[in-house]
Every structure is written in C-alpha cells, then in structure tokens.
C-alpha cells in the first residue's frame, strides 16, 4: 500500500513525500491505526492533518477530538481523490466521503449548527449556485434561499458566501 500511495502522490510536483512522521503536513494511515496513532506523534507532528484510508465509516465524534484537520477517503479512492484530498487537509480543511462520514441517515443530522435544508445551501454555495440557481435546484423561492443564506450567515458568524463556504469547510458542515 505504500508503495502505490508514494506512486499516487508522487504524481503531483507540489506534493513532496518525508518518510519521517516529524516531518510531514499531512499523515496517510488506515483506520486501523486509529487508537495508536495520537501516541505515535511526536511534539513537532502534532500539526499535521490526518487522512485515513477505511473500508468502513469511523467514529466522526473521536477524529472531531483530534485538534486537527482531518479526513477520510475509502480504500479504492481515485488519485484525483487522493490528491484533493491532501491538498485540502493541508490549508486545514476537512474532507471525506460522504458514505464515510454519515453512514447513515441518523447522523446526518449531527452535521453542526446548521439545519437540513441550510446544510443544503451550504453545499449548494460552496459550488457556486447563485440563489436563482439553488432556489431552482431545492425547488423553493428565492426568498427563501435569501432567508436560508442570512441564517447560516448568523449561525456561521461570517458576512457573505465566501466566508461560509471557508467556515462551512473547515466545520466539515460542506461534502467535497
């Protein structure tokens, strides 16, 4: 496995492989070495993001303990998966698949402050759909979609779209 990840990754020229832990901003593991894993950093690799590789949804209450960005992909993920992925987790972002993250419709609503159909917007955002557009796409008024926007504005603590898009980011409240 690692042999194929440093092939992946070696890929991108922006993306340069340590072979020490200490030395890295971004640390691809499994889930399976989840519990050792806050053990095995070092002081000076307590920044780094983490990205795990499962075959099966984790604990998104434990990985939200570690202080740290933060992600997790399927073991068949694509190299553009893969490579998103790092890129993002090393701006501090939080990413994952959705299947992984909510494996089941119980703790989608665990997704923040947000409300459902706000979580809807957010998404809807963060791909650039104007009001118009996701008014269409969520079949409501613009109105609404203004209201929606306004209350996740409030809850976000931001003052427009870019910055909700960021924050919803960095909350993991947003699916890439």
Known sequence: MRVGLRALLSSD??????????????VITTSAAL?????ELTDSAQSASILFLSGAPL??????????????LPL?????ELLAAVHALS??????????????????????????????????????MANKQIAVALNISEHTVKFHVSSIYAKL?????????REGLRAGLIAL
Do not use: H
């Open 13 to 26: 020229e922006t993306i340069s492989i340590a072979d020490e832990i200490n030395a890295a901003d971004v």
């Open 35 to 39: 519990a050792s894993l806050p053990d």
């Open 59 to 72: 604990n998104v209450r434990a990985l939200k303990r570690l202080r740290r960005a933060w992600g997790i």
């Open 76 to 80: 068949d993920a694509s190299t553009e």
């Open 91 to 128: 701006q501090g972002l939080i990413v994952g698949d959705v299947s992984l993250l909510f494996p089941n419709e119980d703790e989608t609503s665990d997704r923040g402050p947000l409300t459902e159909r706000e979580s809807e917007v957010i998404n809807l955002l963060a791909k650039g």
């Open 157 to 165: 603590n931001v003052t427009n779209r870019t910055e909700a898009v």
